[in-house]
Structures are given as structure tokens and as C-alpha cells.
């Protein structure tokens, strides 16, 4: 396997040259193990359990990692891109999705699944990762007016290109693939049902995903994919299939949320105040009438959010030092004084 073809460049050679452990990529990670490519071929490791002593990232799929004797993984080389949200619940961590991924398709279903304010989270994860945006709407098969929806939708995406495709009918499809090369690395990311799979697929041309049979239910359920694994297309560029989010929260800065609504950022140069939060101030340009009202809302809550972490963030670092400092303390008091 030549290392360059799945991704390989300076921003990682750069990151070992006075090592005498090999680089490998993470193709498939399953029940603790971790498919690694390399080189020679691929190998089936754990993760050096010194990993987590030495507070080293955990790899992830996608990770340029150093291996070790062939034995196990010994370090996570410093990542390009970074897909990662909050983690669920009330915890204040950062989760890794995925890493070194260079473009993003976002897939929603122009069936229920269509949400527009579910969208801009995803452009948000989506910029916030250093991962290119291309925002996919599948099953156009199932829609009246696929292209209002897709024109509708540009007007949300902040420059990110919208496809409007259909899987299993097999148009639009190798669109796609326009905007991936050799040696570049795409993820699908989604609701579950959504179709990433069969996307992944078709531009495969050969059933390697599971796929979610039609539940009579309706058009969301439980999801199939459970696993993250690289796939090498043929045109040879890559491509990650990753299992659908019940929930995302966002990791990301209050300061970035503006870049992921450019539609509000430019009224927003007309706004009197510099430092304007456009939330009824006088002479402020992003009104009620200037934007859609509940991309106005969605703009406001994703900012409060962002905000509350890092206030959540700011607590939980004020919390650890405290335990250091006692910690600390401690040790001082337990050393006999000379
Ligand atoms: N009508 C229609 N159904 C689709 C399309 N793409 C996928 N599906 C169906 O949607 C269901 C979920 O697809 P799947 O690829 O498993 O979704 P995933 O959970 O996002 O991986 C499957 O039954 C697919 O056959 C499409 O373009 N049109
Ligand atoms: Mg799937
Ligand atoms: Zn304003």
C-alpha cells in the first residue's frame, strides 16, 4: 500500500521523521481493535494501554498513528482535521467523530428527514472541523420539487455546494465524486436512514455497507451502521461511512458560529453596534424581515450553546486546577519539613 494513496502528505511526515516507529492509517476500528494500514499491508492492533496514562489522544478513524514493533499503537499523530461534537449527555468532553477528513457530505433524506435547522449544525460541525462542507439531498426520488428544496437549501449552506441526488435510483451520484481525488479523504455523516450507505455503495459499486431495509413505519429507524471503516473508491480517493447521531451538540466556538451563517454575518456589517448580538438592538440590519425567522432563531440558540460551553468548559478547567492545587498541598504537608 503506498502511504500517499490513503492520505499520507508533508503535514504527517513532518510529525516523525526522528522516529524509529512506522505510520499507519486507521481504516476500521472494532471491539477495541484497530484495522491499521500500513506500508507492508494492514494490521490488526490494540491501542498501547499507555496511551490514556500519558493523557495521548485515543485513536480514532481516519488517525495517522506510529506503530510500534508491529505490536500495538503507540502515538496519534497530530490531526488535520478534527470531526468531533460534545459528548451526549451533561458531560463537558470533546467526542471524536472522525479525523484527517477533507470534505464532509452531509446527508439528509428529502423525505421526513429534511430538516434546514438540523442542516446548519451539521455546516457548523462541518466548518468547525476544517473538513469541507457538501451539503447531499438524497431520495429526490421521493420529492415533488427537489429543486426548490435545493435551492432553498443554498441559501443556508454558506457557499457549500447542494446536491440533489437519488441512491437507489442511481442519479446524481457520481456527482460526488467531483469533489473528492486520489488520496483525499470523505466522510457521510447523518441521520441514520438517511442513506449514507447506499451512497457509499453506488459510488463503490459493490454492496459493502450493510443497508437498513424500509420499515413500514415510516422513514426513520434504527440505525444499521454501527462500525466506522475506510473505504478506498475506485477512483481512489476514500471514503468513511459514519453511524447516525442521535444527538449532536456542538464543540465549537461562539466566535466561529458567524463563518457557518455568512447570510447574517454580512447584514451584520450594517448593524450600528460593533459588538451588536442582533437581538432587538436599535439600528440593527439582521431583522425579522431580512432573514427567515427561524434561521434568525436557530442562529440564536446555536450561539447561546456555543456560549454555555464554554462557560461549561471554563468550570470544568477552574474545577480541575482546584484538584491539582490541593493535590499539591497534600504532597507538601506528607513531605517531613527538613
Ligand atoms: N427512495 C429512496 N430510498 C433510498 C434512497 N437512498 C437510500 N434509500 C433507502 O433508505 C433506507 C436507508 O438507507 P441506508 O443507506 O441504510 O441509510 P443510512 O442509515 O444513512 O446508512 C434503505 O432502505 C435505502 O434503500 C434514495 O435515494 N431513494
Ligand atoms: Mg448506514
Ligand atoms: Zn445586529
Given at each position: 500500500m503506498d502511504l500517499q494513496q490513503i492520505g499520507w502528505n508533508d503535514f504527517f511526515a513532518d510529525q516523525c521523521r526522528d522516529t524509529p516507529y512506522l505510520p499507519g492509517r486507521i481504516a476500521l476500528i472494532q471491539r477495541g481493535y484497530f484495522t491499521v494500514w500500513m506500508k507492508g499491508g494492514e494490521l490488526l492492533l490494540p491501542a498501547n494501554a499507555s496511551l490514556r496514562r500519558r493523557g495521548c489522544d485515543w485513536p480514532c478513524i481516519g488517525d495517522w498513528v506510529l506503530v510500534q514493533e508491529g505490536s500495538s499503537i503507540a502515538s496519534v499523530l497530530a490531526r488535520r482535521t478534527k470531526l468531533s461534537r460534545k459528548q451526549p449527555g451533561s458531560?463537558?468532553?470533546?467526542?471524536?467523530?472522525?479525523?484527517?477528513?477533507?470534505?464532509?457530505?452531509?446527508?439528509?433524506?428529502?423525505?421526513?428527514?429534511?430538516?434546514?435547522?438540523?442542516?446548519?449544525?451539521?455546516?457548523?460541525?462541518?466548518?468547525?472541523?476544517?473538513?469541507?462542507?457538501?451539503?447531499?439531498?438524497?431520495?429526490?426520488?421521493l420529492c415533488d420539487e427537489p429543486s426548490r428544496i435545493t435551492s432553498e437549501t443554498r441559501k443556508i449552506s454558506s457557499g457549500a455546494p447542494v446536491l440533489a441526488i437519488s441512491a437507489?435510483?442511481?442519479?446524481?451520484?457520481?456527482?460526488?465524486?467531483?469533489?473528492?481525488?486520489?488520496?483525499?479523504?470523505?466522510?457521510?455523516?447523518?441521520?441514520?436512514?438517511?442513506?449514507?450507505?447506499?451512497?457509499?455503495?453506488?459510488?463503490?459499486?459493490?454492496?459493502?455497507?450493510?443497508?437498513?431495509?424500509?420499515?413500514e413505519a415510516g422513514s426513520r429507524g434504527r440505525h444499521t451502521t454501527t462500525?466506522?471503516?475506510?473505504?478506498?473508491?475506485?477512483?481512489?480517493?476514500?471514503?468513511?461511512?459514519?453511524?447516525?447521531?442521535?444527538?449532536?451538540?456542538?464543540?465549537?466556538?461562539?466566535?466561529?458560529?458567524?463563518?457557518?451563517?455568512?447570510?447574517?454575518?454580512?447584514?451584520?456589517?450594517?448593524?450600528?453596534?460593533?459588538?451588536?448580538?442582533?437581538?432587538?438592538?436599535?439600528?440593527?440590519?439582521?431583522?425579522?424581515?431580512?432573514?427567515?425567522?427561524?434561521?434568525?432563531?436557530?442562529?440564536?440558540?446555536?450561539?447561546?450553546?456555543?456560549?454555555?460551553?464554554?462557560?461549561?468548559?471554563?468550570?470544568?478547567?477552574?474545577?480541575?486546577?482546584?484538584?491539582?492545587?490541593k493535590a499539591v498541598e497534600r504532597s507538601m504537608r506528607a513531605r517531613p519539613a527538613k
Open positions: 458531560q463537558v468532553g470533546e467526542q471524536m467523530l472522525a479525523a484527517n477528513v477533507d470534505v464532509l457530505f452531509v446527508v439528509s433524506g428529502l423525505d421526513l428527514d429534511y430538516n434546514p435547522r438540523r442542516l446548519e449544525r451539521y455546516v457548523l460541525l462541518a466548518n468547525e472541523s476544517g473538513a469541507r462542507p457538501v451539503l447531499v439531498l438524497n431520495k429526490a426520488d437507489t435510483e442511481g442519479w446524481g451520484v457520481s456527482e460526488l465524486a467531483d469533489y473528492i481525488g486520489p488520496g483525499q479523504t470523505a466522510a457521510l455523516i447523518g441521520s441514520s436512514g438517511a442513506g449514507k450507505s447506499t451512497i457509499l455503495n453506488a459510488l463503490l459499486g459493490a454492496p459493502r455497507q450493510r443497508t437498513r431495509q424500509v420499515s462500525q466506522r471503516e475506510l473505504f478506498v473508491m475506485p477512483d481512489g480517493s476514500l471514503l468513511m461511512d459514519l453511524p447516525g447521531l442521535r444527538e449532536l451538540q456542538l464543540w465549537v466556538e461562539p466566535g466561529h458560529i458567524d463563518s457557518s451563517f455568512r447570510d447574517i454575518a454580512e447584514l451584520a456589517q450594517h448593524c450600528r453596534f460593533r459588538n451588536c448580538t442582533h437581538d432587538g438592538e436599535p439600528g440593527c440590519a439582521v431583522t425579522k424581515g431580512a432573514i427567515n425567522e427561524s434561521r434568525l432563531r436557530s442562529y440564536h440558540k446555536l450561539q447561546r450553546e456555543a456560549e454555555r460551553l464554554t462557560w461549561q468548559q471554563n468550570i470544568h478547567a477552574a474545577l480541575l486546577e482546584k484538584k491539582r492545587i
